[in-house]
């Protein structure tokens, strides 16, 4: 059963990379917005959609239970993908990038179609904040922690998930030219029936479905519990609040990376050009293949040197994760630099939409180093906001750990938007100009290594006084 759990997050990660992975392409493409405009709102409906887990999982753990707000949340993300679909079908929205002399249809319509693309997206991420949350703590939950061999397992359960999650992403990989890439009303539908047609082979650990007497004995020490849950996510905050630099670094690749990428050569052979989202697949592909070899032989070694089950502490994981995204970003920003004397060089500084001659795969160390960082990061991530906080507040737990990239998308989302009119003010030349070869994303990507090298510093700091719950091994 725990195979049709990560088959359903498959389905979802395809769908959403879909989007996600094309949507600035289509913005500063179809819509006509600038570059800065574009990565603003690609940043803002992510963290706004993983912002949201909060509300689902609270929705779940205390009034309706997890399975029943996963149905709800894939009906709501199917009616999103639906809509949508019907946003980008219709050939007015090109009408955007034309003269409106020229346009070939009413100006009211365009606009409706606009308004109706943006509700839909944010449907879909109303539909992640019920789906999210509750899925992954739906399908640990069916591990026994006090059994000695399912403890073990539930390691490994994290990592394999992860691995399922980005495997749907290089399953979404659409060519940037194509309208908008809705395509996973029936992966939904899959996503929708599975949990449905199998209900019967699950545990249900949720205190929501409790039977009346249970949840009447509970009550009596509901105050005493209640500060106990209070406390308990509270010596979460620390981590949390040092692992937002991350989030606003991972906020990159979807927006300013894939940017980069189009005014790169990026053809092979003589016929075939690599779409410009297609580059974000270079990370998953680091992801799947770093995953297999860090559970079945990093793990295994580790664990003898150690004695920790899982190899070494989800706190030193995290920060292993964060100590390579420094390097990323220190990477990336000598790459666009190296990317930026190449365009002045051949004296294409005042032509953006002349291919730099510069190879697609001077931005593939960037990428790599990118993917490591991420199954570090982000499976330490679930894994210790599921496991540290009270059985009851599971869906919650890993709610708090989406609400970290939820707030680091709004808060790149404000970076990029302040940077922008703090660099132009006066008349000066903008960090993220419509034109990338006047940019200086090198400048971004510096400030990012700086605040990254802050935040591990203070991760560690807080991270040497953390006491695990349940008996885990401190960092």
């Known amino acids: 059963m725990n195979v049709f759990e990560k088959g359903v997050e498959v389905a979802e990660r395809i769908t959403f990379y879909g989007i ?42 205390s009034f309706v239970g997890k399975y029943y707000t996963i149905i709800a949340a894939s009906l709501i993300y199917i009616l999103g993908l639906g809509l949508l679909t019907l946003s980008a079908m219709p050939p007015s929205l090109s009408c955007l990038n034309q003269e409106r002399s020229s346009m070939s249809a009413p100006e009211s319509l365009v606009h ?23 899925v992954q703590a739906f399908g640990a939950d069916q591990f026994d922690q006090e059994d000695p061999i399912e403890s073990k397992a539930k390691s490994s359960f994290f990592n394999w998930w992860y691995f399922g999650v980005c495997g749907g992403g290089l399953l979404a990989i659409r060519n940037r030219n194509a309208k908008l890439p809705v395509v996973g009303d029936n992966e939904q539908l899959v996503q929708e029936t599975v949990p449905h047609n199998g209900s019967r082979q699950f545990r249900f650990l949720d205190k929501a479905l409790l039977p009346p007497e249970n949840s009447n004995r509970s009550a009596k020490v509901c105050s005493e519990s209640e500060v106990e849950e209070a406390k308990a996510v509270l010596r979460l905050f620390p981590v949390w609040a040092t692992s937002l630099v991350f989030a606003i670094v991972f906020s990159q690749p979807p927006t300013f990376f894939t940017k980069q990428g189009i005014t790169l050569d990026r053809s092979i052979g003589s016929k075939f050009v690599i779409p410009a989202a297609a580059l974000q697949c270079l990370i998953g592909i680091c992801i799947v293949t770093f995953i297999p070899i860090y559970d079945r032989v990093l793990v295994p070694v580790a664990r003898k040197l150690t004695g920790n089950p899982a190899g070494i502490s989800m706190l030193q994981r995290i920060g292993t994760g964060l100590f390579i995204s420094i390097f990323t970003m220190a990477v990336a920003a000598v790459i666009e630099r190296k990317r930026l004397m190449v365009a002045v060089q051949h004296g294409l500084i005042d032509l953006p939409h ?45 709610s708090l750990y989406l609400s970290i990239f939820g707030l680091g998308g709004l808060l790149s989302s404000f970076l990029v ?14 960090w993220f100009p419509d034109n990338l070869n006047r940019a200086h994303l090198d400048y971004f990507y510096w400030l990012l290594a700086g605040l990254s090298t802050i935040g591990l510093g203070l991760f560690i700091y807080f991270a040497k006084s953390y006491i695990y719950n349940k008996r885990k091994a401190p960092l």
């Open 20 to 61: 996600s992975g094309n949507l600035i392409s289509f913005l500063t493409g179809k819509l006509g917005q600038s570059t800065a405009m574009a990565a603003a709102n690609v940043n803002a409906w992510g963290g706004v959609a993983q912002l949201l887990p909060i509300l689902g999982a609270v929705m779940a753990d």
């Open 112 to 134: 409706m179609q606009v308004i109706l693309f943006f509700v839909a997206l944010y449907l879909v991420g109303i539909g992640l904040g019920g789906h999210k949350p509750c």
């Open 354 to 398: 002349i291919t730099i001659p510069m190879s697609i795969w001077w931005l593939l160390p960037q990428y790599v180093f990118f993917g490591i960082s991420e199954a570090f990061t982000m499976v330490g991530l679930q894994e210790f906001f599921y496991s540290q906080v009270p059985n009851e507040l599971r869906s919650v737990g890993l």
């Open 417 to 430: 938007s302040l940077i922008n009119k703090a660099s132009s003010r006066g008349g000066g030349e903008s």
